[in-house]
């Protein structure tokens, strides 16, 4: 059973990046069975998705997020990371890591549902 | 970019039917996701690939998808199943989120 852990700083400053990891145990992140995701979540509001990275470090990026988002992944660690740049209030959110099992058809391989997910961590953007 | 719509709040009595929409354009071809989210609490997956249960979830809970329509649908409702509910598809390779329902169970 996969377990993902997100760990990061809490409190982030206006303008600054917002640094998050996820730790993955339980299996391997470099397994070709997963794709690795971030979601978060503003306070009472619905989930918005962020991204996702496929251990070979293919990426898909919510387009409007795109332009301030990386997500990388370390196999030597086991964990994946996401890095938010130029954060302002609006970014203030649960952020949540989760797995995703690769779904074939079609004639093409993408990301499916999130299945084991983080615990989430609360980021506020403030100075 | 693909949009996905749900009723901000559906209300069901305890033991009835619930039935959650997701709308979307031609979302019947399109393979649907649902979550239920407890205040607190991460999501867990109830429907996958349209119409299936994924193991420990109550046969009480199920999916369709036609048209411009998902449904998930809670039969006999318990007071555990008030929670906010959320579809889910992929579409354009990227992963959309429908605004999310508030099932109250009186």
Do not use: M
């Amino acid at each position: 059973q996969l377990q993902l852990q997100e760990s990061g700083p809490g409190l982030v400053k206006p303008s600054e990046t917002l640094s998050l990891s996820c730790s993955v145990s339980g299996g391997s992140i470099s397994s070709s069975t997963y794709y690795w995701g971030w979601i978060r979540q503003p306070p009472g509001k619905g989930l918005e998705w962020i991204g996702t990275i496929y251990y070979s470090g293919s990426t898909y990026y919510n387009p409007s997020l795109k332009s301030r988002l990386t997500i990388s992944v370390d196999t030597s660690k086991n964990q994946f990371s996401l890095n938010l740049n130029s954060v302002t209030a609006a970014d203030t959110a649960v952020y949540y890591c989760a797995s995703s099992p690769k779904y074939c058809g079609g004639g093409s391989c993408y990301p499916g549902y999130f299945q084991h997910w983080g615990q989430g961590t609360l980021v506020t953007v403030s100075s | 970019s693909y949009e996905l719509t749900q009723p901000l709040s559906v209300s069901v009595a305890l033991g009835q039917t619930a039935r959650i929409t997701c709308g979307g354009n031609n979302i019947g071809s399109k393979i649907v996701y649902w979550y239920q989210q407890k205040p607190g609490q991460a999501p867990v997956l109830v429907i996958y690939r349209d119409s299936n249960r994924p193991s420990g979830i109550p046969e009480r809970f199920s999916g369709s998808n036609s048209g411009n329509t998902a449904t998930l649908t809670i039969s006999r409702a318990q007071a555990g199943d008030e929670a906010d509910y959320y579809c889910q598809v992929w579409d354009s390779s990227t992963v959309v989120f429908g605004g999310g329902t508030k099932l109250t169970v009186l």
